[in-house]
């Protein structure tokens, strides 16, 4: 079955770096636009960046310039860079494919928290 396994979150202060990865397994990771989401308590879970098969990209407002998602399809790995952390990026993040019709895979990981404060 589709798995998800994500990493390299931490607690960070304003301005700081962090690299999330995700480790995908039960898929040909290739064939799929992939996709970074994150969740705050009480929110729904949200979009944030998208990395298609030919690696074109598309970030939300809120991110753009700071964090850059990139891809190993011979890895089955999902990265995304995170620069300038602020406080507002503080949330869990998870990866899974950005499949039509804005659905994905039912199977989520256990995310990764990050948490950006002074």
């Known amino acids: 079955q589709v798995q998800f396994v994500e990493s390299g979150g931490g607690l960070v202060q304003p301005g700081e770096s962090l690299t999330l990865s995700c480790a995908a397994s039960?898929?040909?990771?290739?064939?799929?636009?992939m996709a970074w989401f994150r969740q705050t308590p009480g929110e729904e879970r949200e979009l944030v960046a998208v990395?298609?098969?030919?690696?074109?990209?598309s970030y939300i407002e809120a991110i753009k310039g700071r964090f850059t998602i990139s891809r190993d399809n011979a890895k089955s790995a999902l990265y995304l860079q995170m620069n300038n952390l602020k406080p507002e990026d503080t949330a869990v993040y998870f990866c899974?494919?950005?499949?039509?019709?804005?659905?994905?895979?039912?199977?989520w990981g256990q995310g990764t928290q990050v948490t950006v404060s002074s």
């Open positions: 899974n494919a950005a499949l039509s019709a804005g659905k994905t895979f039912d199977s």
């Open positions: 039960g898929l040909i990771f290739r064939n799929f636009n």
């Open positions: 990395i298609r098969k030919l690696g074109d990209t």
